[in-house]
Nanobody, 114 residues
Framework: QVQLVESGGGLVQAGGSLRLSCAASGNIVSINVMGWYRQGPGKQRDLVAVITNGGNRVYADSAKGRFTISRDIAKNTVYLQMNSLKPEDTAVYYC????????WGQGTQVTVSS
């Protein structure tokens, strides 16, 4: 089992920045990818960004150029730096980790006001 705990969400004005953190614990040795997804009101959960153990990164088109995903392996933590936030970025952001199973955090709310 893997446990994921997110932090860093909140309310920010358009154009502002937030940094999300996700700390992993449990059977983390087998984890090979971590990342972030988000789910806006009335929408499905979509990928934002993921990073592999090898450091490969994949971003959603909406995140490219504004968001940066990083990982501190020693701290078992993944980060999402979000800059130039837009109202359409408003969503619950979920941390994700995977080996042969998928694990999810409880979610953290990000609200961007116009």
């Amino acid at each position: 089992q893997v446990q994921l705990v997110e932090s860093g969400g909140g309310l920010v004005q358009a154009g502002g920045s937030l940094r999300l953190s996700c700390a992993a614990s449990g059977n983390i040795v087998s984890i090979n990818v971590m990342g972030w997804y988000r789910q806006g009101p009335g929408k499905q959960r979509d990928l934002v960004a993921v990073i592999t153990n090898g450091g490969n990164r994949v971003y959603a088109d909406s995140a490219k150029g504004r968001f940066t995903i990083s990982r501190d392996i020693a701290k078992n933590t993944v980060y999402l730096q979000m800059n130039s936030l837009k109202p359409e970025d408003t969503a619950v952001y979920y941390c994700h980790a995977a080996n042969k199973f998928a694990y999810w955090g409880q979610g953290t709310q990000v609200t961007v006001s116009s």
